[in-house]
Structures are given as C-alpha cells and as structure tokens.
C-alpha cells in the first residue's frame, strides 16, 4: 500500500498552534533560531520570517534537499503522527532532538481526534481515504513516547503539544513562572523626597522584590554596586522604600510569592520530583531565603500536596469560596478567577493542567468536589453573548492521569450558560450587566425549570413561552413580528 504523506501537508495563513504556543509563552525570543523538521508548504516559515526570525526547514515531499540545520529551536509539527513505521516515527524524533540546542516542540494528533478521520485501519493507526496514514496518541502515551526517545522530560504545553528543553534551568524556569500570578508593588508616595532623590537607582530593586518576594544577592542586581554605594547596602535601600510605602504591601507580595513557589515544588512532587541542582539560580536563591534549604521547602511542599488528596477537603474549601458557581457536584469559575483561589485548589487545578498544559480557549473551569477531576470548558462567546454555548470539553482525571476530549461545536442543542456573574471575579469587565440581566430573567421567571433551560433549544422555547426575547444583555418583550 502506498501511504501518501505529501499530502497530510497544510496551507497556512496563520501560525501553526504548537509554534504559536510557544510565542506566546516566550519560548521565542527575539534573535531565535528556528528549524522546522517537516516543515510541508513551508507555510510557518514564511510567518516566522516575517516576524524577524531567521527560520528554515525541512520536508521529505516538499523541501527535501534543504540542510538540516542546527537551531534555537525546532519544530517538529504534527509529523509523527503521519508515519506509518514506529522505528521511522523515533528516528525523526531523534533527529529534531539532535538539532534543537535550546527548545524542541513535538506535537501529534490525539485520539479524541479519531472522530474527524475516516478509513482503514493500518499497523497502528489510520489510512484515510485520500492515502494519508494517521497514527494516535493519547497525552501520556505521547508523553511517554518522547520521553523514552529522547531520555529528557518532556513538558506538556498543550493537548497533543509538548516542550523539551535541553537545559534543565530553562525547563524548570519556565514551569515554575506558570505559577507566578501577576502581582504590583506599592505605590511610593511623592512625598518620600529620599525615594523620589534615587528613584532611578531604586526602582530595579523595587521589580525584583515585585518578581520574586525576596531581596536579591548582588549578583542578581545589575546596579547593586550603586545602590550599595548609595545606600551602604540593597538591604538599608529596601528599608528606605519600606518606610516611604508601608511594609504591610512589601509582607504580602513575600507571602504570595512563597505560595507560588510551593505550588511549584507541590506540582513537582506530583508530577516529576527535580532535583536541586537542576533548578534555575533565581529559583535556588527564591528557596534559600523562604526555607533555609531545599529538604525544608520540599518538606513544606508534601505538606501542600498532600492536601489534595483529601477530597473532603477539597469539598470543604470549594464550598467555601467567594467566586464562581457552585452545583451539587462542583464549583465553575472563571479562569481570571483562578489566582484569586486558595492555595490548595490553585494546586487541584495546576495538577491537571499540568497533564494537559494550556488548554486553548478553555475559559470556565470546573473543580469537582467528590471526585480527583478537572474540566476545562470553551465558552467562546462568553463575553459577547448572553448565554454562550458550550463547543468543547476537557476532562482530567487526577487519579488515573487521564484526559478525555469532547468536541460540541456540531451539536444542535449545546449546554448554555446562565448568571455568568457568578462564575467571574468582582473586577471582571461586564460583570454589572451579567447580573442586571439576571435580575431581568429571574423576574420573568425564566429560571424557574432548572431542567430545560439547561441547553439551547430548551432555553430558546422557554424564552419564546414567555414572550421575551434577549438583545446584548438585555430583557426585552417579544415584538408581534418576532413570534410570526
């Protein structure tokens, strides 16, 4: 049988997803390098070089007498999953690995993806009816499958897409910041004439603390030999700060960041233990100033993690919690709202994003009180529309470390939201008309069947029984002409 692999190749007006993940977390600063090893049209190329980036590649049908060049980065894109033979797949594996000298992104097609295919089974996966082959994963078979390749950990960045740092610092660094929630400093007021005198020189300091929680060691300051010299040292410069701001902020910011830093070193134990030597230096230096030493912060982190463990607590601590939606069965909230979470289900979420990575366009989160399990759900219109419908579904079972996909955007009658001011935090932009709108409904009494206003066409009906009708977020009375 002749497998057509030529034609699995796409043609892009837009950046493929596992390279536009990778841009977005940073993953390609200004300058990169950039190889993609099966590159097909070469339709990534031709966007990355736009953006300035000095990108080349490779393809067997299409390119196939370019070198293959060392770089930065490289991208092997949905490649593994069209060849027919497993001792071929690793190979190809094996040789992006052996070019990428900072970051190698591998991506494949899951089997939630078995659906949209039609045709033969073959070896281990699919002949379509236009003579591609398609081979499945499921994430941790793919996880598993770089892994023993490569003999490197590999980093979920998204379903079906993940991350293998050649460095192990740059691997942690970036694990640990998707922890780190978005946090400013104090304002110093203008009256502090010695802070305002040194503004300049104090400002780097004032970052640093805002970043990490912690004062820095020289060497982690570029100006620390001016401000010493100013000061006498960083440590009395921060003093001077702490007395023009108040200290109450400056304690807060240390706590927060030693949180994020636990649920780092937490996740770690539930995923991958990592040992100290493999940490990034700010990551050591964030340990020794918050625990002393790495067994207590280790110690300290068991503590965390074993608390998710506990579903009765876990129960517990959703019941209690001042944002989002609860049910019977679990809390949905918004995932703005994710950082303003306690600690411990901040950990019951990043343990399952953890498994999957970022899932794209998943906006409602749903924490389940009685059972190990995160959903990530896609709302799209959730801020357009007044009732937006569900058009996909991620499942992660903690327990079993799986994840189970569903696809609704065909569906006729898809779930739908109501009170959307319940599952956003109180700063949420539209929030207000979220609830007037609420109020509207509930005097209608359009809430009053929980069971039928739960999908589309149910709720359609019922806003049709009632001779109402909604425009943005607003309640209005059916014209004649509508219900013609």
Known sequence: ????????????????????????????????????????????????RSLGYDAVGWDPAHAPRAALRPSNVVNLGFV????????ERATALSKAWALADRLLIVSARLRSDVDEVRGDDYADGVVTRCGTFQHFYTQSELRDWIEHVVEQPAVPAAPGVFLVFRSSEDRERFIAARFRRSVLGPRVPISAALYAEHKELLDPLLQFFT????????????????????????????????????SESWSRIEVQRNEDLLLYLA?????????????????????????GNYPKALLAAIRMMRQIADQDLINAVCKAVPVGKETPQAIYLHASAIDQ??????????????????????????????????SYLCYPTFDKDAHPALTSSMVVRLDEAHASFKDYSRTPNPPILHRKEEFVPADYPGREKFAKLTKQEEAAGLFRSHSRIGFLREWLLTLHD?????????????????EQ
């Open 1 to 48: 049988m002749q497998i057509r692999r030529d034609k699995t190749a796409l043609r892009r007006i837009d950046l493929s997803r596992p390279l536009r993940l990778a841009l977005d977390a940073e993953l390609l600063p200004a300058g990169s390098t950039v190889f993609d090893y099966g590159c097909g049209h070469g339709s990534d190329l031709r966007l990355l």
């Open 466 to 482: 009632a001779g109402v009708s909604i425009r943005g977020h607003r309640l209005v009375k059916r014209a004649r002409s509508e």
């Open 267 to 291: 996740h770690a134990q539930f995923n991958r233990p990592v040992r100290f030597t493999d940490l990034a230096a700010e990551l050591r230096g964030d340990i020794r100033a918050f625990h």
């Open 211 to 246: 970043e990490r929680g912690r004062l820095p060691a020289p060497e982690e300051l570029a100006n620390s030999a001016a401000v010493s010299s100013a000061f006498g040292s960083i440590g009395r410069a921060f003093a001077i700060v702490r007395r023009a701001t108040g």
């Open 80 to 87: 593994v999953n069209v060849i027919e033979h497993a001792e």
């Open 341 to 374: 979470l306690p600690t411990v289900l901040r950990l019951y979420e990043a343990c399952a994003r953890g498994l999957v990575g970022e899932v794209e366009g998943a906006n409602i989160v749903k924490l389940h009180r009685y059972r190990p399990q995160v």
